[in-house]
């Protein structure tokens, strides 16, 4: 019996492990079925979002392009600075595109490939001359002469913070070496697995062990951007196993190039508040302010040993731990001879060279990015803006916007220390314009320039005080037959009772009343009481039109105070009245935003320049002339102690009551700048306009390049010579007088001591027609523009003189050949006629002797005093003043 049932054990232990591998293997099959399944679910939601992904981006700003122009003003420093925002090196080698470099003043500029809103242009090289301030010989790398060069746009960042933001890249933009120094770091396999690498699983954990901790992990590159795209970063094996699955299909779907680039792209690298870092692209930007394709090899290294552990490696965190990370970086590439021993050791000696945290800000320009996003808002939404990737591009100049940041935290510091004044109690804000465009060139809200809080160029509104004198005398200049430049005004006490009993007395920064004085004279030394005087007038409702005219549109309070200030205007709102200004009358909207295009880099909006006229050329010049005066010898007269003097400055201080308000708005003829000080407890500064903002405004417009010479008035306008009685002082019969332009439809009074005895007006009638009217005509070859200096007017004027008399003398001359005469018999005149004849001859040969023997003096003069201005008598200034108004 026993030997049966063991007979019968041992046939059915086959029977049993048959069965047993047959449910096995249906198990195995089942599972299969199960994992085939499984892995086409997932196969599908692979692709479904890979193939459909679009990255959620905020929309990217940039700068205004630098167009170099044969002939353009442009400084060393400033063009250097340009080339600094741009993050272009200089390198003698001149190897690549974002380099210049420079041979005494000739320079070389290789451009990088750019998306413009108007297309692409791809990298070129340019060379050019800079002398004397001026761009010439502009060429390109074969030696053609060129017009103009248009250089890429620096990003200035992207609005709206928070959630991911990145910078794609795509493959063909991927530096080499960031490629393989990723491969050597990350995976050294990856050219060779399928997704999932055995060998590379060993040597982590051989490593891990030897260590006695996790040291090194075991996945691909493809399994960390599986992990990136789909999973959260919470360790578990079912998420490991499902991302060693999404390997092998993303493996078997796409190229190992496209791998690389969504890696690249994918990882995080850093977070700035709620706004996360992602990819190398951005990461390059953040930490370096440079571009990917431009980063050095030991940049490539901190930012790959980034992807190990952003925050634990944190560069300004963590400083002393980036820097071993990114040394052991440099030895493996070393290891993969990515970098030769001596490259090593440089590398390794290298600082980090990061930028500072305030430079690496989403939003570097809060206070220019508000008023773009004002600008934006009609025609984007905020969803837009966050996600759709759009390419903003800007007219703000960074080398402008550097130095105006400089100027304001520097200049408000100073006058801290120097003055007394608490720390840190005053505040500031200034606008740059460029006049003819109305384009926003730099924008400044706070001294501390990167602080996003509150706005003062856009949001502070203060009392501008004499600000807005230039719009009273301008709206009495307009009235040609009433007011001229040199008109007299009453300087003299005034006293204005209101309806509820209120009594208005201003008075002058000096205290005292100075009688009748030229008009002047009144904008000049910023009288209050001429100015009031003459705003009532003119009309309070006059002056107001006048302000709507400039460009203002913020509501001005109806009562006499406001002649002298008492109105509440923005930084922002100034710069817009006195661009006008500078503009001959014009009026151009002011803007930051020149065109939209989508994330492909297509054009989807352009912003032209809308602009009207709003004021005369002929009183806007005449007010213009009025404030070159203020900053020759009036209150901004200190400015020209840094600024150079063959440039017409023309500008106007402002101070409140109390000196709570400094101002200081003022332009050449290309740029217009304003600045404000102040407190934002509206407590007393102690500073006037001439002694606060005008100190800033000065340091900004002394490292700007300008244009030099005199403005060339419009049609319309002439220069006469006046006595102090305002009298004309005809240059044909005395000398001395001083200068003034005038409207042609002005009448002036002549001086009786200029009038002159003219006895032989009837023959210079009869042979040489009206010289007083042929004077007093339009001249046709005066045109609208810029640069004329009247001196050299003044010039032209006696050259026109001296040739109408030759051409009387000619005419003279023929019209005696015309005379009927007999041949061979002597010309007969009648009784008389012949000895007046010859007595207008000899008299008519004495005032040529005698104006020549005057040229030839003026012209002596002039070279001895080293300059080309006309002969004038000394005329005395009242003592300098202030423009405080109470």
Same mark, same amino acid.
């Not at 009772?497 to 002047?520: C, S, T």
């Not at 609208?784 to 050259?799: A, L, N």
């Given at each position: 019996?026993?030997?049966?049932?063991?007979?019968?054990?041992?046939?059915?232990?086959?029977?049993?492990?048959?069965?047993?591998?047959?449910?096995?293997?249906?198990?195995?099959?089942l599972?299969?079925?199960?994992?085939?399944?499984?892995?086409?679910?997932?196969?599908?939601?692979l692709?479904?979002?890979?193939?459909?992904?679009?990255?959620?981006?905020?929309?990217?700003?940039?700068?205004?392009p630098?167009?170099?122009?044969?002939?353009?003003?442009? *400084?060393?420093?400033?063009?250097?600075?340009?080339?600094?925002?741009?993050?272009?090196?200089?390198?003698?080698?001149?190897?690549?595109?974002?380099?210049?470099?420079?041979?005494?003043?000739?320079?070389? $500029?290789?451009?990088?490939?750019?998306?413009?809103?108007?297309?692409?242009?791809?990298?070129?090289?340019?060379?050019?001359r800079?002398?004397?301030?001026?761009?010439?010989?502009?060429?390109?790398?074969?030696?053609?002469?060129l017009?103009?060069?248009?250089?890429?746009?620096?990003?200035?960042?992207?609005?709206? +913070?928070?959630?991911?933001?990145?910078?794609?890249?795509?493959?063909?933009?991927?530096?080499?070496?960031?490629?393989?120094?990723?491969?050597?770091?990350?995976?050294?396999?990856?050219?060779?697995?399928?997704?999932?690498?055995?060998?590379?699983?060993?040597?982590?954990?051989?490593?891990?062990?030897?260590?006695?901790?996790?040291?090194?992990?075991?996945?691909?590159?493809?399994?960390?951007?599986?992990?990136?795209?789909?999973?959260?970063?919470?360790?578990?094996?079912?998420?490991?196993?499902?991302?060693?699955?999404?390997?092998?299909?993303?493996?078997?779907?796409?190229?190992?190039?496209?791998?690389?680039?969504?890696?690249?792209?994918?990882?995080?690298?850093?977070?700035?508040?709620?706004?996360?870092?992602?990819?190398?692209?951005?990461?390059?930007?953040?930490y370096?302010?440079?571009?990917?394709?431009?980063?050095?090899?030991?940049?490539?290294?901190?930012?790959?040993?980034?992807?190990?552990?952003?925050?634990?490696?944190?560069?300004?965190?963590?400083?002393?731990?980036?820097?071993?990370r990114?040394?052991?970086?440099?030895?493996?590439?070393?290891?993969?001879?990515?970098?030769?021993?001596?490259?090593?050791?440089?590398?390794?000696?290298?600082?980090?060279? $990061?930028?500072t945290?305030?430079?690496?800000?989403?939003?570097p320009?809060?206070?220019?990015?508000?008023?773009?996003?004002?600008?934006?808002?009609?025609?984007?939404?905020?969803?837009?803006?966050?996600?759709?990737?759009l390419?903003?591009?800007?007219?703000?100049a960074?080398?402008?916007?550097?130095?105006?940041?400089?100027?304001?935290?520097?200049?408000?510091?100073?006058?801290?220390?120097?003055?007394?004044?608490?720390?840190?109690?005053?505040?500031?804000?200034?606008?740059?314009?460029?006049?003819?465009?109305?384009?926003?060139?730099?924008?400044?809200?706070? *001294?501390?320039?990167?602080?996003?809080g509150?706005?003062?160029a856009?949001?502070?509104?203060?009392?501008?005080?004499?600000?807005?004198?230039?719009?009273?005398?301008?709206?009495a200049?307009?009235?040609?037959?009433?007011?001229?430049?040199?008109?007299?005004?009453?300087?003299?006490?005034?006293?204005?009772?209101?309806?509820?009993?209120?009594?208005?007395?201003?008075?002058?920064?000096?205290?005292?009343?100075?009688?009748?004085?030229?008009?002047?004279?009144?904008?000049?030394k910023?009288?209050?009481?001429?100015?009031?005087?003459?705003?009532?007038?003119?009309?309070?409702?006059?002056v /107001?039109?006048?302000?709507?005219?400039?460009?203002?549109?913020?509501?001005?309070?109806?009562?006499?105070?406001?002649?002298?200030?008492?109105?509440?205007?923005?930084?922002?709102?100034?710069?817009?009245?006195?661009?006008?200004?500078?503009?001959?009358?014009?009026?151009?909207?002011? #803007?930051?935003?020149?065109?939209?295009?989508?994330?492909e880099?297509?054009?989807?909006?352009?912003? *032209?320049?809308?602009?009207?006229?709003?004021?005369?050329?002929?009183?806007?010049?005449?007010l213009?002339?009025?404030?070159?005066?203020?900053?020759r010898?009036?209150?901004?007269?200190?400015?020209?102690?840094?600024?150079?003097?063959?440039?017409?400055?023309? +500008?106007?201080?402002?101070?409140?009551?109390?000196?709570?308000?400094?101002?200081?708005? +003022?332009?050449?003829p290309?740029?217009?700048?304003?600045?404000?000080?102040?407190?934002?407890?509206n407590?007393?500064?102690?500073?006037?306009?001439?002694?606060?903002?005008?100190?800033?405004?000065?340091?900004?417009?002394? /490292?700007?390049?300008h244009?030099?010479?005199?403005?060339?008035?419009?049609?319309?306008?002439?220069?006469k010579?006046?006595?102090?009685?305002?009298q004309y002082?005809?240059?044909?019969?005395?000398?001395?007088?001083?200068?003034?332009?005038?409207?042609?439809?002005?009448?002036?009074?002549?001086?009786?001591?200029?009038?002159?005895?003219?006895r032989?007006?009837?023959?210079?009638?009869?042979?040489?027609?009206?010289?007083?009217?042929?004077?007093?005509?339009?001249?046709?070859?005066?045109?609208?523009?810029? +640069?004329?200096?009247?001196?050299? /007017?003044?010039?032209? #004027?006696?050259?026109?003189?001296?040739?109408?008399?030759?051409?009387?003398?000619?005419?003279?001359?023929?019209?005696?050949?015309?005379?009927?005469?007999?041949?061979?018999?002597?010309?007969?005149?009648?009784?008389?006629?012949?000895?007046?004849?010859?007595?207008?001859?000899?008299?008519?040969?004495?005032?040529?002797?005698?104006?020549?023997?005057?040229?030839?003096?003026?012209?002596?003069?002039?070279?001895? #005093?080293?300059?080309?201005?006309?002969?004038?008598?000394?005329?005395?200034?009242?003592?300098?003043?202030?423009?405080?108004?109470?």
């Open positions: 019996m026993a030997s049966k049932k063991r007979r019968r054990s041992r046939a059915s232990k086959p029977g049993r492990l048959s069965r047993w591998l047959v449910r096995l293997g249906l198990l195995a099959l599972g299969g079925v199960v994992l085939a399944g499984y892995m086409v679910y997932l196969d599908v939601q692709r479904e979002r890979l193939d459909s992904r679009q990255y959620q981006l905020p929309a990217r700003v940039f700068a205004r630098l167009v170099l122009r044969n002939g353009m003003v442009m *400084r060393p420093d400033e063009l250097e600075a340009e080339f600094a925002a741009l993050n272009y090196t200089e390198n003698a080698e001149f190897s690549e595109p974002g380099q210049w470099t420079r041979e005494g003043m000739d320079y070389r $500029v290789w451009r990088r490939d750019f998306v413009h809103p108007d297309g692409r242009e791809p990298a070129a090289q340019v060379s050019f800079l002398r004397n301030d001026e761009i010439s010989n502009l060429r390109d790398e074969s030696g053609e002469r017009e103009k060069f248009r250089l890429d746009a620096a990003n200035i960042g992207t609005l709206l +913070g928070g959630g991911d933001d990145r910078n794609p890249v795509r493959f063909d933009d991927i530096p080499p070496l960031l490629a393989n120094t990723l491969i050597a770091v990350e995976d050294q396999d990856f050219l060779n697995h399928f997704g999932v690498s055995p060998r590379g699983i060993a040597r982590a954990m051989v490593a891990n062990i030897k260590a006695g901790h996790v040291v090194q992990g075991g996945s691909t590159i493809t399994q960390q951007l599986v992990k990136n795209i789909f999973f959260d970063h919470e360790p578990s094996l079912w998420r490991k196993f499902n991302e060693a699955l999404m390997a092998i299909l993303m493996e078997l779907h796409y190229d190992k190039g496209y791998i690389l680039q969504e890696y690249i792209n994918e990882v995080w690298l850093g977070q700035q508040g709620s706004r996360a870092i992602y990819g190398f692209g951005l990461a390059s930007e953040f370096f302010q440079k571009p990917l394709d431009t980063l050095e090899p030991q940049d490539i290294a901190l930012l790959v040993g980034l992807a190990k552990g952003a925050s634990y490696y944190n560069p300004w965190h963590n400083p002393e731990r980036s820097l071993e990114r040394n052991t970086v440099l030895e493996l590439m070393a290891e993969q001879d990515l970098l030769s021993p001596e490259e090593l050791e440089r590398y390794q000696a290298e600082s980090l060279g $990061v930028a945290a305030g430079e690496s800000a989403q939003n320009y809060p206070a220019f990015t508000e008023r773009l996003m004002e600008e934006l808002r009609p025609y984007y939404s905020y969803e837009e803006l966050r996600t759709a990737g390419r903003v591009y800007t007219t703000l960074p080398s402008v916007q550097k130095l105006s940041e400089d100027a304001v935290s520097n200049g408000a510091e100073t006058l801290e220390q120097d003055r007394g004044i608490q720390a840190d109690s005053l505040q500031a804000a200034t606008v740059v314009l460029e006049n003819g465009t109305g384009n926003v060139l730099a924008m400044v809200g706070d *001294r501390r320039p990167h602080y996003p509150f706005n003062r856009l949001e502070a509104r203060r009392q501008i005080g004499s600000l807005i004198k230039p719009a009273v005398y301008l709206t200049l307009e009235r040609p037959f009433d007011y001229s430049l040199i008109t007299p005004i009453e300087d003299a006490p005034i006293r204005i009772e209101g309806d509820n009993g209120d009594v208005w007395m201003p008075q002058n920064f000096d205290k005292r009343a100075h009688g009748q004085i030229p008009l002047y004279l009144g904008l000049v910023s009288h209050n009481l001429a100015t009031a005087r003459l705003g009532l007038d003119l009309g309070l409702e006059n /107001q039109q006048t302000m709507r005219r400039l460009g203002v549109q913020a509501d001005l309070p109806r009562v006499p105070s406001m002649l002298l200030g008492a109105a509440e205007l923005t930084p922002f709102e100034v710069s817009g009245m006195y661009q006008t200004i500078a503009n001959g009358g014009e009026n151009v909207e002011l #803007r930051t935003l020149v065109a939209v295009a989508n994330a880099g297509e054009r989807v909006q352009f912003f *032209r320049p809308r602009s009207n006229r709003g004021v005369d050329p002929v009183p806007a010049y005449l213009r002339y009025a404030m070159e005066q203020v900053m010898e009036g209150t901004g007269r200190s400015a020209y102690r840094r600024l150079p003097g063959s440039v017409p400055f023309a +500008g106007k201080t402002g101070t409140t009551n109390d000196y709570r308000d400094s101002w200081f708005a +003022g332009f050449s290309g740029v217009t700048a304003v600045v404000w000080l102040g407190r934002d407890d407590k007393r500064t102690s500073l006037t306009g001439a002694t606060g903002a005008l100190k800033i405004w000065t340091e900004i417009m002394r /490292q700007l390049p244009r030099h010479g005199r403005v060339q008035p419009p049609r319309g306008v002439e220069f010579s006046v006595n102090k009685r305002g002082m005809n240059p044909e019969y005395c000398r001395g007088g001083m200068e003034f332009p005038f409207s042609y439809e002005t009448k002036l009074e002549p001086a009786p001591e200029c009038r002159g005895r003219d032989w007006r009837w023959f210079r009638d009869f042979f040489g027609g009206d010289r007083d009217q042929q004077e007093a005509a339009p001249r046709e070859e005066m045109t609208p523009g810029w +640069g004329i200096d009247p001196d050299e /007017q003044q010039r032209r #004027r006696e050259r026109e003189r001296r040739e109408q008399e030759l051409q009387q003398q000619l005419r003279r001359d023929d019209r005696m050949q015309q005379v009927p005469q007999v041949e061979d018999e002597p010309l007969e005149l009648p009784p008389g006629e012949d000895e007046r004849y010859q007595e207008e001859q000899r008299r008519a040969e004495e005032e040529r002797r005698i104006l020549e023997e005057r040229r030839r003096r003026n012209e002596e003069l002039r070279r001895s #005093r080293g300059e080309g201005a006309p002969v004038e008598e000394a005329q005395p200034w009242p003592p300098d003043e202030e423009d405080q108004w109470p």
